[in-house]
């Protein structure tokens, strides 16, 4: 059974950081390709990054690139999500997701992306 389960979420002051991570069990973890999205109540989810089970590459929405960085630990089954410089549009509950195939190119895909876990909220004030 696999299991994707995220952390480290909370409540942080604009301009404050957040590590948000997301371990993985019942799965070969470095065969897959993972990615964080976010999802604020009434409205769609959003792509956040991506990174390739391969050679870590990376894709970002366009919107977010220099303030977050993803990143994974294969050794440990956990992908990271370091975000920085935080806003409160910002405020989010972030999921994580697995999935086999990586496109090299930056896209919403959640249909790429099969195992999903629950989310943690990120509360950012103003």
């Known amino acids: 059974q696999v299991q994707v389960v995220e952390s480290g979420g909370g409540l942080v002051q604009a301009g404050g950081s957040l590590r948000l991570s997301c371990t993985v069990s019942?799965?070969?973890?470095?065969?897959?390709?993972m990615g964080w999205f976010r999802q604020a109540p009434g409205k769609e989810r959003e792509g956040v990054s991506k990174i390739s089970w391969a050679d870590g590459t990376s894709y970002y929405q366009d919107s977010l690139k220099g303030r977050f960085t993803i990143s994974r630990d294969n050794a440990k089954n956990t992908v990271y999500l370091q975000m920085n410089s935080l806003k409160p549009e910002d405020r989010d509950m972030y999921y994580c997701?697995?999935?086999?195939?990586?496109?090299?190119?930056?896209?919403?895909?959640?249909?790429?992306?099969?195992?999903w876990g629950r989310g943690t909220k990120v509360t950012v004030s103003s």
């Open positions: 019942g799965l070969t973890f470095e065969h897959y390709a």
């Open positions: 997701a697995a999935g086999n195939i990586f496109r090299t190119y930056w896209s919403t895909g959640e249909a790429d992306f099969r195992y």
